[in-house]
C-alpha cells in the first residue's frame, strides 16, 4: 500500500513517540479497491492528550477531542487522528453512550460496521483483518462485523450504509446482514435526516443504485414512504410499459449521477397513486400528479435536510418534469422566443436539467428508443448552445433599461415592474432589440 507522504510522516511521529498508529477504514477498503482513497483516517494507541503533545507544534484543529479524535492540518489537508476507542451502549440508537479508548486496534476494528471498512494497515504489521474483510471485498460482498441485527440495533443507519457501499462498489449484501437490514429498517426513523441524506445521495450516484431501489423499496419507504404503493403499481395507462416503481427506476438510472437530478427522477412521480383517475375505457389519468410530487418531494427534502438551494431545485424540477419542451406539431421546440423564455424561467442549469429529466423520463416509460430521445437531447443542447453563444437577453438583469430609467420618466411603483416584464418578453420574443434608446422608444412615453 503506498501511503501520501504526509500520511507516512503522521504515522512515523507517532511511533517514534512509542505508540502503534495505523491508518484504518475507507482509505484501506478504497487502496486495496485499486481506487484513490479521498481522505486518509488514522488510529493511535496515543491517548487525545498524548496525541496533542506529539503534534505540539503542528496546526491541531480539537473538534473531535471528547471522541478522541483530532485533525492534524498538513499543506493545507486535515488528517483525522482518532485513538482506539470502543463505543458504549446504543441506548438511543443514534450516539454511544460513552466511548472508551483501548490500547489495542483489534477493540478499534469491532466496532466498525462492515468487514471491508474494518481493516487497518500499518507499515511494521501490514495488513490487520481480522474478519476477512479482503475476501469480502474481492467477493464484491458487504458483511457487518459481528451479529447484524445487533449492530443495525446498535446504530440503524447502517442499514442505509449498506446499501449505500452496495451500490457505489456494485456489491451485494450477504444474507444474514440483508435479512436483518430489512428487519431492522424501522430504526432509520429516529436517524439525523443529514446523516440519512449523506448515504442517501451517495446510492443514489452510485453505478449499481437502479439494482439498490429495485431490491429495497421497502426500506427506502421508511425514510420516503410515498415509495412504498408505487411498488406493483400498474399505471393502467397506454403511454407507460412499466409498473410505477420500475419506471421510477429506470428513469433515476437514466439521468447522469448528479444528487439533484437522481433525487428529481426518485420523487418525480410519488404524486401519481394519490390524484389517480380511471375513465370508462379503464385507463388511469394523473392530472396535476406533478404537484402532488412537487408536495412529497419538499417533505422529503424536509426529512433529508436539503439546504434551500438543493431543496428549491429538487422541487422545482420535480413539478416542472414534463413541462412540453416541444411544439404543438410534436417537433423539439427549438425556436429562438421559446428557448429565451423557458431560460429565463428556469436558467442555464435547470433548463439543461429538465432536457435530461425529460429524455430519462420518456425513455423509462419503455415506448420509445434511447437513440430516438438522444437525438432529440442532443438537437437541444446543441439549439441552447448556439442560442447562449449570443449572450442573449433573457433576465430583468440583462435588459438596457432599469426601473430607475422608467421612474425618471415618471411610473410609479408597479407600473414600472410591469413595464419592465413587458419590456423583457419583447425583447425575447424579438420584437424590439435590447438598446436603451430603442426600449424607451418601444414604450412610447
Ligand atoms: P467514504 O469513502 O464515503 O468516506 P468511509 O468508509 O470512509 O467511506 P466514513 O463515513 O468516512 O466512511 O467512515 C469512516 C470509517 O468509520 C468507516 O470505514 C467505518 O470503519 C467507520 N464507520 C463510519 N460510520 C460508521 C457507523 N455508522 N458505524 C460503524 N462504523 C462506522
Ligand atoms: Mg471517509
Redesign the pocket.
Known sequence: MTLPPAVADLLSRLKEAGFSAYV????V??SLLGLE???W?LCTSALPEQMLEVFRDDHVVKTGLKHGTLAVVLDHIPYEITTFRVDGEYTDHRHPDSVSFVDDVAGDLL????TI??MAWSPDTGLVDLFAGREDLANHIICCVGEPRRRFEE?A??VL?ALRFASVYDFEIDPATESAAREMADGLRSVAGERIREELL?LLCGPGAGRILRSYPDILSVIIPEIAPMVGYDQQNHHHSYDLWEHTVRAMEGVPPDPVLRLTMLLHDTGKPEVRTTDEKGEGHYRKHQAASGVIAARAAETLRLDNATRERVVNLVIHHDIPLRTESGEINTDRSFLLRRLNRFGEEDLRALFLIHRADRIATGYTTAEREDQRLRERMAALDALLAEKPCFTLKDLAVRGTDLKALGLKGKQIGDTLQALLEAVMDGKVENNRDELLKFINI
Open positions: 484504518v477504514g475507507g482509505c477498503r478504497d482513497p479521498h481522505d483516517d466496532r466498525r460496521d462492515f471498512n474494518a446504530d443507519l447502517r450504509r451517495k
